[in-house]
């Protein structure tokens, strides 16, 4: 009988994936469907980087590139990094790569050896896990509590024996699934942390841009050259200017690892579409205001799906969210009254109430769901509408 490999025997999809997809079957049958579960703005990529992709095939851009990027490209990356978050970036020093996500995978494929593993602070993004795990690597969740805001509490990791065999720590600001910004502080406490132990810091960035209630972002390379050189920084438009479609992201990192990833991605996809990559050097230079409107259209949304939660405090509790576009809910009162899973519920809510949510359990964090509010206010109240209706029944 003919066998797959190994690594893929026990790969499941995205739960959120999944989720989307189901809600698409139920469109297709002619239901009214809302989905919560992307995590995808809703909003169109602004007109002049779609005018520079348009220009760039016209003018012949749709040949292979350096396997790192275009040289053009990557100083503009470096450029605008050094401005707006405070550290030194060389152009050797960035890789162009498919979407923050691959440059995620690249990093760790190059990073961690079978039998090694690497340090997450949970709830957490649904695909770190299996790209470790890809890796030959194992994880080691480090527990967030609701109590302290789903906020990094090194005092609490004390009493962890980290293994030797822990190569990294991946840490995610703005947070998905929580919706937390850490604050310099805190993150200045986990990255002595990390360092006094010797390991490797994947900073995942992609929601730098979108932040609440007066906060700044912090890049942890920005906190010295010892952090610097420990951290491999991922980012990309694809949230802060809605072009997840496009699959555009970067990485920067000291210059041997960036070379060690470039060799990995011309064995592999080769490079990022040149004409995406032509256009990314227009939303390199864009104005603030570009991207501003989208986040004050999702503050607006945090705001009213905020009002719509502190009405249902029987039956669940939540932590204030100051970044991305997420809400992390715990329904532990409710789930364990109806003695339901967070699994269950959700394929419940779709399924008859057809709103689509993602269960806790898939970042790490039973009885709880983690909502998008991605999408306009009109289908916030139509979802809020039917989930307090559900819960009340």
Known sequence: MLKIANRVKALKS?????????????????????????????????DLIQAAATKAMKDGITKYTPATGFQSLREAIAKKISLENGFPVDPEEVLITSGAKHGLYLALQCLVDPGEAILIPTPAWVSYSPMIELAGAS????????EDGYRPNVERWKGMAIPPNAKGIIIN?????????????????????ALQRNLWIISDEIYE?????????????????????????????????????????????????IAKMASLQSQSNSHVTSFVQWAAITACTLPPEIGNFMVAEFDKRRRYCMERLDKMGDYLSYTRPTGAFYIFINLSKWLIKNRMTDLEFCKE?????????????????????????????????????????YLNR
């Open 14 to 46: 995205s739960s959120i994936m999944a989720i989307s997809a189901r809600a698409a079957e139920l469109k297709a049958e002619g239901h009214e469907v809302i989905s919560l579960a992307a995590g995808e703005p809703d909003f169109n990529t602004p």
């Open 139 to 146: 994880v080691i969740p480090l527990p967030l509590y609701e």
């Open 349 to 389: 809510l779709l399924n008859k109430e057809y709103v689509g949510v993602v269960p806790g359990s898939s970042f790490g964090k039973e009885h709880s769901i983690r909502i998008s509010y991605a999408t306009n206010i009109d289908n916030l109240k139509k979802a809020f509408d039917r989930i307090e209706a």
């Open 173 to 193: 600001s703005p947070n998905n699934p929580t919706g937390v910004v850490y604050s310099r502080e805190e993150l200045i406490k986990l990255t002595g942390w």
């Open 209 to 257: 841009k979108i932040i609440y209630d007066n906060l700044t972002h912090t890049s942890i390379s920005a906190l010295g050259p010892e952090a610097k050189k420990a951290t491999i920084t991922v980012s990309g438009f694809s949230k802060s200017y809605a072009m997840t479609g496009w699959r555009f992201g970067w990485v920067i990192a000291d210059r041997p690892f």
